[in-house]
């Protein structure tokens, strides 16, 4: 099982990042994924997550702002941030179970978001 996050990197304020998690090992068709994020001295925190169909739910600090997306082809989940703000700064985890959101069973590593003002 592998969880592969990428596209994390230092932007500045109001400006956009695409990120990926590539998936191997699991049954990406029917698994719910997310992404999580941890900020600096903060514990890690849910942020985005998809269902298999395509249902999405999103905090409220983000709706808007992110959108979550995924490939079943290219068995990978996606994360476009835009107008980002320093607040957003952050090591960002994707993630998949079917709990996701609750109870996640597989991580992958972090992907840090750097947002200068």
């Known amino acids: 099982v592998q969880l592969q996050a990428s596209g994390g990197g230092l932007v500045q304020a109001g400006g956009s990042l695409n990120l990926s998690c590539a998936v191997s090992g699991l049954p990406f068709e029917t698994l719910p994924m997310a992404w999580f994020r941890q900020a600096p001295g903060e514990e890690r925190m849910f942020v985005t997550a998809?269902?298999?169909?395509?249902?999405?739910t999103y905090i409220d600090p983000v709706r808007g702002r992110f959108t979550i997306s995924r490939d079943g082809a290219k068995r990978t989940v996606y994360l476009r941030m835009n107008m980002l703000k320093p607040e957003d700064t952050a090591l960002y985890y994707c993630?998949?179970?079917?709990?996701?959101?609750?109870?996640?069973?597989?991580w992958g590593q972090g992907t840090l978001v750097t947002v200068s003002s």
């Open positions: 998809i269902n298999w169909n395509g249902f999405s």
């Open positions: 993630a998949a179970g079917r709990t996701v959101i609750a109870n996640p069973d597989y």
